[in-house]
Antibody, heavy 120, light 108 residues
Framework: EVQLVESGGGLVKPGGSLRLSCTAS????????MNWVRQAPGKGLEWVSS????????YYADSLKGRFTVSRDNAKNSLFLEMSNLRVEDTAVYYC?????????????WGQGTLVTVSS | SYELTQPPSVSVSPGQTARITCSGD??????AYWYQQKPGQAPVLVIY???ERPSGIPERFSGSRSGTTVTLTISGVQAEDEADYYC???????????FGGGTKLTVL
């Protein structure tokens, strides 16, 4: 069974940093592009970043302006998101999601998310 | 910047047909995807490649495209279909993922 479990969320002050993790199981993690998607309270989905299987191709939403860094450790079946200079508007549930097998653009499995709250 | 536009809400009675549109300036050749999200849960893929249905998704869910507008159709809506629905595509580079703003489907 495919499972994605996020961790690392919590309360952080504006300007602070946080590192999110996503631990995968039930599939060959090293073969899949992985993504981070966030959802602010009561708002819609917003794609954050994607990283391909070998970490060669990495993309970010323009709105992040270089504050976030995605990485992965295939040996540990883990995906990471380093967030710095956090703003109140970064408050959201952060999901990790796997690229699907159909076109590689869809997200076929999602974790349950981890909540990041940026507040003073 | 590239955007996908969805109606904020759609309401239907049980057994009727719900249609949720998603309009953008993408090339008609770009694929579109649909997700269902119920309160407190992660999104679930219900349509991929505009009109294909993943295994386990009921046949009442279907997708179509006309020009640069894609439509999610739910035939014979059931109470359990009440949820938020999001369309997704990619920008012209194919490297940036775009989500529509979401549509709240209410089953009256």
């Amino acid at each position: 069974e495919v499972q994605l479990v996020e961790s690392g969320g919590g309360l952080v002050k504006p300007g602070g940093s946080l590192r999110l993790s996503c631990t995968a199981s039930g599939f060959d993690f090293s073969a899949y592009t992985m993504n981070w998607v966030r959802q602010a309270p009561g708002k819609g989905l917003e794609w954050v970043s994607s990283i391909n299987s070998g970490s060669y191709f990495i993309y970010y939403a323009d709105s992040l302006k270089g504050r976030f860094t995605v990485s992965r450790d295939n040996a540990k079946n883990s995906l990471f998101l380093e967030m710095s200079n956090l703003r109140v508007e970064d408050t959201a549930v952060y999901y990790c999601a796997r690229d699907g097998p159909f076109t590689g653009e869809e997200f076929d499995y999602w974790g349950q998310g981890t909540l990041v709250t940026v507040s003073s | 910047s590239y955007e996908l536009t969805q109606p904020p809400s759609v309401s239907v009675s049980p057994g009727q047909t719900a249609r949720i549109t998603c309009s953008g300036d993408a090339s008609p050749q770009q694929y579109a995807y649909w997700y269902q999200q119920k309160p407190g849960q992660a999104p679930v893929l219900v349509i991929y490649k505009v009109s294909e249905r993943p295994s386990g998704i009921p046949e009442r869910f279907s997708g179509s495209r006309s020009g640069t507008t894609v439509t999610l159709t739910i035939s014979g809506v059931q109470a359990e279909d009440e949820a938020d629905y999001y369309c997704q595509s990619a920008d012209s580079t194919g490297n940036n993922v775009i989500f529509g703003g979401g549509t709240k489907l209410t089953v009256l």
